[in-house]
């Protein structure tokens, strides 16, 4: 086999996995979404309708129609988009620091607190957001230790609302924040922030003029990390959000497994990673914009 | 034996003064620099030079307010630096690995301290324009540091360290990164610069032939303290020990014995010659322990037979380098000397390996050191 053949071949193992895994699931989600729902099984109508003698293409727009008719789905989105955003913002602000203490603690203990920010998913992600049930429900950890301590006279309304929601995919996430801004913040060389202080600047603005521009490709990966999951997040909506929290992850969720409704989940499924894209996209122009 | 004050412009105030400088990087350590004290004047090309772990550099980032040492005094123009962090130093520092800001153009590199100053803007980029127009970097002021070729990047590196019109500029290294040829034109260069502008350079480098061509004085270091502080003159033909003799340039050295002095003249029996010397000291007591150090081209080949310090030998290897050949020539006893010749002429024969020859060096070319 010629080198140029075996390259081909290596590099065809992933394009495999992505056609596979990646494109053929979106294009059956394409499909279902411009089918009709019926009941049968499976629940949706077929996309060449053969029964007349002659093959027909059969489209239907309904799915997509309803999505931006329906005030549910558009509230749905912005929520997400809203969660996930001010959640992003909310793992930077506690992610740098973190990510920047870790670079500066001594060579021995570095590993260890990396250790720690990745311990959390040695346990399942479910049973945590369980255990912020636990932590935040009227009579539970947090609320009977401030009653005890007497901070408080009343239980705090700490679950099934916005709080709880932001409170879990912080929690949730902010491994996927720390981990990529360690990387770039690691390859920062300290002479740079001397060349700064030599140059005349406070250690504060050396950090603003030179340490964090040089760390957004660090925060552009963190925060896509962060955001395009939690755009789509259904478990911490369902278990830790109330009525006012609806997201669209869960609106899909709803659609597919309560309503049976195949293709309007398909079609919400469609539009999300479509919206997703967008910020993606953006965030490369930027990027490029910098290294250029 | 220490070698005298080297001269300096009259009545010229130090500008950076150093007094008995401790720094130890933890308690009980050995010093990485062990009460070193210095004067330098202002518009000096200043060297500080030795071999790798020998201090100098932690003297300069001590200098830059990097570190903080546990003795002594710094006074930059007669102000104390204890306690003044680096951005409040009146001096700018030009980096080994030149530490250029990646996300920032050539230009926005050399304005960065002045940006940082507050000037305004039409100022900033007049001065920009100005530094890099002197280190001729002038076109390519929008690329990038890793756009720029090493030279350039050292260029760049400059200009940024002397944009603020610092009056101290110190210098880790410049040329270590370079290449060779490279290397040898940017010293001229550095040096006109240093001239121009007028600014004292205090200069840190482990090549002895960077340091001595490009530096008005030049202070030894090994161990963390100073071993000799002079010219370059004074450095290489008045050595103060066998370290400094060893350290810069190439030495022929011959362990011996007083065994007599005599009208300015020293008589030293050396086993290794397998001869007495006759070198140019002050008397010693008879019987002390010396050593006879003589550059490789103060030794003369095929003397007339009447010269003093003749001795006979053998090529061993020869070395063409263009304009000089080194010769190494080995003396009945075993002993190994160096010998370098000019050619002179374009088609001098030279010695061959393995031919027998004689050789010489005059009492005053020849240095006595403890």
Wanted: aromatic share 8%; glycine share 8%; net charge neutral.
């Amino acid at each position: 086999m010629s080198a140029a053949l075996r390259r081909r071949a290596v590099l065809a193992l992933p394009y495999a996995w992505l056609v596979l895994f990646f494109l053929v699931p979106f294009l059956i989600s394409l499909k279902i979404s411009v089918a009709e729902s019926v009941i049968g099984i499976p629940p949706y109508s077929a996309l060449i309708d053969a029964s007349g003698g002659s093959w027909r293409l059969d489209l239907s727009g309904e799915s997509y129609h309803r999505l931006v008719t329906d005030d549910l789905y558009v509230v749905a989105y912005l929520n997400a988009i809203k969660f996930a955003g001010i959640s992003t913002v909310f793992c930077l602000l506690l992610g740098y620091p973190l990510a920047y203490g870790i670079v500066r603690a001594p060579r021995r203990f570095r590993s260890l607190l990396l250790l720690l920010v990745i311990l959390p998913f040695w346990t399942s992600f479910l049973i945590r957001v369980y255990a912020w049930i636990g932590l935040l429900k009227e009579n539970g950890l947090i609320n009977n230790a401030l009653l005890t301590l007497g901070v408080i006279h009343q239980p705090l309304l700490l679950l099934n609302n916005a709080f709880a929601v932001y409170v879990g995919i912080v929690y949730s996430y902010l491994p996927f924040m720390v981990l990529p801004l360690y990387a770039q913040l690691e390859k920062l060389d300290p002479a740079l922030l001397e060349a700064a202080a030599d140059l005349g600047c406070r250690p504060w603005q050396a950090f603003l003029r030179v340490t964090l521009p040089l760390s957004m490709p660090g925060i552009a990966a963190g925060a896509l990390l962060v955001f395009i999951p939690a755009v789509g997040e259904f478990v911490i909506p369902s278990l830790l959000g109330g009525p006012d929290t609806l997201m669209i992850g869960k609106v899909l969720w709803d659609e597919f497994f309560a309503n049976h409704d195949w293709p309007m989940a398909s079609a919400v499924a469609v539009a999300m990673l479509v919206l997703l894209l967008l910020p993606m996209g953006f965030i490369r122009r930027l990027l490029q914009g910098e290294t250029a | 034996m220490i070698s005298p004050e080297p001269e300096r412009p009259a009545n010229a105030a130090s500008y950076l003064r150093i007094e008995g400088v401790v720094k130890r990087f933890a308690p009980g350590a050995a010093a990485a620099v062990d009460g070193v004290s210095l004067d330098i004047v202002a518009g000096e090309f200043f060297a500080l030079l030795g071999p790798s772990g020998c201090g100098k550099t932690t003297l300069l980032r001590l200098l830059a307010g990097f570190e903080t040492p546990d003795a002594g005094r710094i006074l930059i123009d007669g102000v104390d630096m204890a306690g003044v962090p680096p951005y409040r130093r009146p001096v700018n520092m030009m980096f080994q690995s030149y530490a250029l800001f990646p996300h920032m153009t050539a230009a926005e590199n050399v304005g960065f301290g002045l940006r940082q100053d507050g000037l305004p803007k039409a100022e900033i980029a007049a001065r920009v324009a100005a530094m890099l127009d002197l280190v001729k970097l002038g076109p390519l002021a929008r690329r990038k540091p890793h756009q720029l070729s090493g030279g350039e990047r050292q260029r760049v590196a400059l200009a940024r360290a002397l944009a603020q019109e610092p009056k101290l500029v110190l210098l880790d290294e410049p040329l270590a990164a370079l290449d060779r040829k490279l290397r040898e034109e940017t010293r001229f260069e550095l040096v006109r610069i240093q001239q121009r502008v007028g600014v004292t350079f205090l200069m840190v480098t482990h090549d002895q032939e960077e340091a001595m061509s490009m530096a008005s004085r030049i202070a030894v270091m090994s161990g963390g303290r100073i071993v000799q502080l002079g010219t370059p003159q004074q450095i290489y033909e008045e050595p103060a020990s066998r370290f400094v003799a060893d350290f810069i340039g190439a030495v022929n050295l011959f362990a011996g014995r007083v065994a007599g002095a005599a009208a300015g003249f020293l008589h030293v029996d050396s086993a290794e010659a397998g001869a007495t010397l006759v070198v140019e000291h002050a008397p010693l007591p008879t019987g002390s322990e010396v050593a006879i150090a003589v550059r490789p081209e103060k030794i003369t080949l095929a003397p007339d037979s009447m010269a003093p310090n003749r001795l006979a030998g053998r090529v061993r290897g020869a070395a063409y380098r263009g304009e000089a050949s080194t010769y190494e020539i080995e003396l009945a006893g075993g002993k190994l000397l160096r010998v370098t010749l000019p050619n002179t002429g374009r088609r001098t024969a030279g010695y061959a390996t393995g031919q027998a020859v004689a050789l010489a060096f005059a009492p005053a070319a020849a240095v006595v050191l403890p």
